[in-house]
T-cell receptor, first 115, second 111 residues
Framework: NAGVTQTPKFRVLKTGQSMTLLCAQDMNHEYMYWYRQDPGMGLRLIHY???????AKGEVPDGYNVSRLKKQNFLLGLESAAPSQTSVYFC??????????????FGEGSRLTVL | RKEVEQDPGPFNVPEGATVAFNCTYSNSASQSFFWYRQDCRKEPKLLMSVYSSGNEDGRFTAQLNRASQYISLLIRDSKLSDSATYLC????????????FGTGTLLAVQP
């Protein structure tokens, strides 16, 4: 039972480099999310998707782009990485939007360091 | 003021102890409430929902006080395996249905 899988798990970037985080879910969920978690800040929503081909901005979208070309995949892109984007990134999916049942299924996280 | 506030802890308790965490929320439009558990360097996982009437799941009891705008989590007979960070999560319904995560309370159960 894979659930939600994120790749890569760890990455170190230099300022200005670009990269893409891949999230894949095998639960046939419509809704997918990208969060970042920083010390003392809690999880903050970057972008989310309510279905294949759709994306929407969350609380902290600046500096990130997303795409959902296939229902099972949700990609998070950093076009020009900045040190402020050093964080742990979590992808999640759910059957209902956000708090329908409150249950989000998270991936294991991707630790990104921007030097 | 943060929308969801928790005491960061750590709460250091011996095995077998009873421990309680509170979480306050500021938005009266909050409709649903949850506790998530996050082990060190792992992903968050739903522990339990919090209903108006309160609910219990084994050693865990969650309660909601809408008048005072707080929710609580009580853990009885603490186990070493309960050591984790407990995240309070509030769902705000409206134009944008969204979940607000607290920063978490760290519990360390000592042998």
């Amino acid at each position: 039972n894979a659930g939600v899988t994120q790749t890569p798990k760890f990455r170190v970037l230099k300022t200005g480099q670009s990269m893409t985080l891949l999230c894949a879910q095998d639960m046939n969920h419509e809704y997918m999310y990208w969060y970042r978690q920083d010390p003392g800040m809690g999880l903050r929503l970057i972008h989310y998707s309510v279905g294949e081909g759709t994306t929407a901005k969350g609380e902290v979208p600046d500096g990130y782009n997303v795409s959902r070309l296939k229902k099972q995949n949700f990609l998070l892109g950093l076009e020009s990485a900045a040190p402020s984007q050093t964080s742990v990134y979590f992808c999640a999916s759910s059957r209902q939007l956000a708090g329908g049942t409150g249950e989000l299924f998270f991936g294991e996280g991707s630790r990104l360091t921007v030097l | 003021r943060k929308e969801v506030e928790q005491d960061p802890g750590p709460f250091n308790v011996p095995e077998g102890a009873t421990v309680a965490f509170n979480c306050t929320y500021s938005n009266s439009a909050s409709q649903s409430f949850f506790w998530y558990r996050q082990d060190c360097r792992k992903e968050p996982k739903l522990l339990m929902s919090v209903y108006s009437s309160g609910n219990e799941d084994g050693r865990f009891t969650a309660q909601l006080n809408r008048a005072s705008q707080y929710i609580s989590l009580l853990i009885r007979d603490s186990k070493l395996s309960d050591s984790a960070t407990y995240l309070c999560v509030v769902n705000i319904w409206g134009a944008t249905n969204k979940l607000i995560f607290g920063t978490g309370t760290l519990l360390a159960v000592q042998p």
